[in-house]
């Protein structure tokens, strides 16, 4: 009830100059709450985690976060996500075109499937490719007898990446290509040009925002990954141990400290992709909004 | 039949390939989508299955599974109202006003997204963990937070916090505030707008998101593994159950337990397959009436009791 009465006041303090933009009520209300929540549940914990790294000296902060082992786990974390993104933007944007373009059997239970990733429980799919990847596996078992090993390796690392990055790239392409304008391609056809350059002429360039998005956020999404990783990896320190278990590694020792100082690289590198995924995702708009 | 695609074929000259090369990139796609999303989620019931329904029965009646999904559903039902409200409350402010600094809240309550779960878990240790800056003040009050119930449903709130939002805030963007302006200009107050104007438009993406969240809450294991504490039959959800009998070498367990959460991943799948369906469907009911905007100028009392 306090709420609606709170709700109203931007109505009556609105009414002449800009009628039209805030003649909704509720802002106050809304961005209030919006903020307040943020606060509690994200921006003062954050904070605590900078604080912390204060009481670190900056020589102790650069041991922490660039011993070998932290090292070599960095390099594991983001060539493995670089890998598993790539992947996925190649197969994303095949799996998008093939949905948007073709008609086939089934095509409406692959398309529900795409979204699996992001609602299977990454311990599951992490026990799960274990179990197909492993010498007795699915997969495994013929791939062992070649010399090709896949799980407790990098490699099991970077197949867990690419099925926890697999919806991105789909679901930013999709619907850039099911809005994308037939006429741009008749036209290109009837002045002669290929239907090869006409994907990179015509098509690529008007999807490219949005396949850097999905590449973005799958890159983003892998490096912060624990939960499918953990049980593929093996977890070898300077072999296949990722950057979170690395934190997690630290806080069971209770070096607090040091676990928070690992953290806070991975949360600037998170921060700064964010930026530029919201970049990506401003060009996409404008790009969306040029030729029409 | 062949005749028929060559048909189509040639009405659609010049906006699709040869049908060798359409077969080739069905093909693969199909077969990526056969090795990296049908092969693990039949896995994870193939292995559960491995010695029959009654040694699966056995591992789902085991009391720690079932204080395991109590938590696990604890949990949920804490996390996802609070981000609901959350979800709608910043969709609302986002999307239907201009104000200096949008872009960056719009990141902000994007972030949680990109933080790693366990850093997110270690931040609530460094908040209310023993040597936190509540953890005194919690010890002298006995109460627990990290290793308990309450640092659960914290971590779980923070890695499901955008997705209501997400899922909305481009929606509303979308639809505009035209509907919603007439309403007022019509005498509605603000929650008669956003009763009978608003949410009847945003349902189904509303429910896609509230299901998205749940299945997330359900789900987390590592922000939700670094505050629990593992403390067997008291702070082990359903994902952290998985990973003891997994490590104890008992996967048929493991994998029966996996397979509750698998289940519940399908029947997300299937809710939000059915919604999108549903949305589509109104939106073609609504381009179907006569008038050339349909629905521009809903009247609040018409759209059922208030």
């Known amino acids: ?292 | 039949m062949s005749a028929n695609l060559q048909n189509k074929a040639k009405a659609r000259a010049g906006t699709t390939e040869s049908p060798w090369v359409r077969y080739t990139l069905i093909t693969v796609a199909l077969l990526f989508v056969l090795l990296f999303l049908v092969l693990p989620l039949a896995a994870v019931f193939t292995e559960a299955l491995r010695k029959g329904f009654g040694a699966y029965f056995a591992a789902l009646k085991e009391p720690d599974a079932w204080s395991a999904i109590e938590l696990t559903l604890i949990a949920a039902a804490i996390a996802v109202p609070l981000n609901l409200v959350f979800g709608v409350s910043a969709a609302w402010a986002i999307a239907k006003y201009e104000f200096r600094g949008k872009s960056f809240l719009t990141t902000l309550v994007d972030l949680p997204f990109s933080v790693s779960p366990v850093v997110a878990g270690l931040m609530y240790v460094l908040v209310f963990g023993a040597q936190g800056w509540f953890g005194p003040w919690l010890a002298a009050n006995d109460l627990k937070v990290i290793f308990a119930v309450p640092g659960i449903v914290l971590a779980t709130v923070f890695v499901t916090f955008p997705f209501i939002a997400r899922e909305l805030i481009p929606l509303m963007q979308a639809q505009g505030s035209d509907e919603e302006q007439a309403a007022i200009v019509l005498g509605a107050t603000g929650w008669q707008t956003f009763w009978h104007v608003t949410l009847p438009n945003i349902k189904w993406g509303l429910l896609y998101g509230v299901i998205l969240t749940n299945a997330r809450a359900m789900g987390e294991f590592g922000a939700v593994s670094v505050v629990s504490g593992h403390i067997r039959g008291q702070t082990n959800t359903l994902p952290l159950h998985v990973e003891i009998l997994y490590n104890e070498y008992q996967s048929v367990a493991a994998f029966a337990v996996a397979s509750l959460l698998a289940l519940l991943a399908l029947v997300t799948l299937l809710i939000k397959s059915v919604a999108e369906w549903r949305a589509e469907q109104e939106q073609k009911a609504a381009a179907d009436l006569p008038p050339e905007r349909p629905l521009l100028v809903p009247s609040p009392s018409g759209r059922g009791p208030g």
Do not use: C
């Open chain 1, 1 to 292: 009830m306090t709420a609606a009465t709170l709700s109203a006041a931007p109505l009556a303090a609105a009414p002449v100059r800009r009628a039209s933009k805030k003649v909704l009520p509720g802002f106050g209300l809304t961005l209030g709450y919006t903020l307040f929540y943020l606060s509690i549940i994200v921006l003062i914990p954050l904070s605590a985690l900078l604080f912390k790294t204060f009481s670190l000296t900056w020589e102790q902060f650069v041991t922490a976060v660039s011993s070998p082992r932290v090292m070599a786990s960095y390099r594991l974390t983001f060539g493995a996500s670089l890998f598993a993104a790539l992947f996925n933007l190649v197969f994303g944007l095949l799996l998008a075109w093939v949905l948007v373009r073709y008609k086939f059997p089934g095509k409406k239970i692959v398309d529900a499937l795409v979204d699996l990733p992001f609602a299977l429980p990454t311990a599951v799919a992490g026990i799960s490719l274990t179990a197909i990847l492993a010498g007795n596996g699915w997969i495994g078992q013929y791939l062992e007898p070649l010399g090709i090993k896949l799980a407790f390796t990098p490699a099991g690392v970077v197949i867990a990446l690419i099925f926890i990055g697999l919806p991105f790239v789909v679901r930013t392409v999709q619907p850039v290509l099911e809005d994308a304008e037939k006429e741009l391609e008749e036209a290109a056809t009837s002045l002669g040009a290929t239907r090869l350059q006409i994907f990179t002429r015509v098509i690529l360039p008007h999807i490219t925002p949005a396949l850097l998005t999905g590449f973005a956020m799958a890159f983003a999404r892998a490096i912060g990954e624990y939960g499918s990783v953990i049980f593929i990896a093996g977890n070898m320190p300077m072999i296949s141990e990722i950057t979170p278990l690395i934190i997690i590694g630290k806080l069971e020792q209770y070096d607090y400290a040091g676990a928070t100082a690992v953290a806070v690289v991975m949360l600037v590198i998170s921060f700064v992709l964010l930026l530029v995924i919201n970049g990506l995702q401003a060009w996409q708009r404008r790009n969306a909004g040029a030729p029409a």
